[in-house]
């Protein structure tokens, strides 16, 4: 599967700017790795997850996908993914908002 | 023309995170839209820009994909597009880092 980015597509879209520390950057993509595939993908109205990693270190985002925001509110109330959550926010702050995608460019 | 995310892509990412006050948040967009129809989108090495809007109003992400990290940076020293840039500053403090996609999930 490859995930998609387009203003047609009815969904909630999360992205979540982690700002850590460069020496624990590899540490915290494999928190979200685990919490994705131990917990996350098995809720209820996921659609992806798709970690990035800033070339300075100093960076991780998370841009994921959604079927609809109440989709999304029923996993973070879920206690196994609560635990997880809890691991990755002790590494590193997250800064997560839901978006809509409004415009695409392409050449 | 759809933006995929994916690991086998050999391309440099650009995510660029605005903060912006809610009430300038439509404007800021206009701008990014402008900037890359006029400019951007003529640049080589240029593969999409997707502008995103939080839903809460104070974020503006444009997650753009460029061939390589020379392409974005000599669009970077093009005066035409330094000119769009410097209106962006203006209305909003940008967070841009380069980044590879290091994970997909999907259900």
Same mark, same amino acid.
């Given at each position: ?29 494999? @928190?979200? =790795? ?5 917990? #996350?993908?098995?809720? $209820?109205?996921?659609?992806? &997850?798709?970690? *990035? ?22 996993? @973070?109330? =879920? ?5 997880? #959550?809890?691991?990755? $926010?002790?590494?590193?702050? &997250?800064?997560? *908002? ?10």
């Amino acid at each position: 599967m490859t995930t998609t980015i387009s203003t047609d597509q009815d969904i909630a879209t999360l992205i979540n700017v982690f700002t850590v520390n460069p020496d624990n950057q590899q540490q915290l993509i494999d @928190l979200l =790795d685990e919490a994705t595939t131990q917990v #996350i993908r098995q809720q $209820a109205g996921f659609i992806s &997850a798709n970690i *990035h990693a800033s070339l300075d270190g100093t960076r991780v985002v998370n841009y994921a996908q959604w079927r609809s925001r109440d989709d999304l509110e029923n996993m @973070l109330a =879920d206690p196994t993914a609560s635990e997880h #959550i809890k691991a990755i $926010a002790a590494l590193a702050a &997250a800064d997560p *908002h839901l978006y809509q995608v409004t415009t695409t460019h392409h050449p």
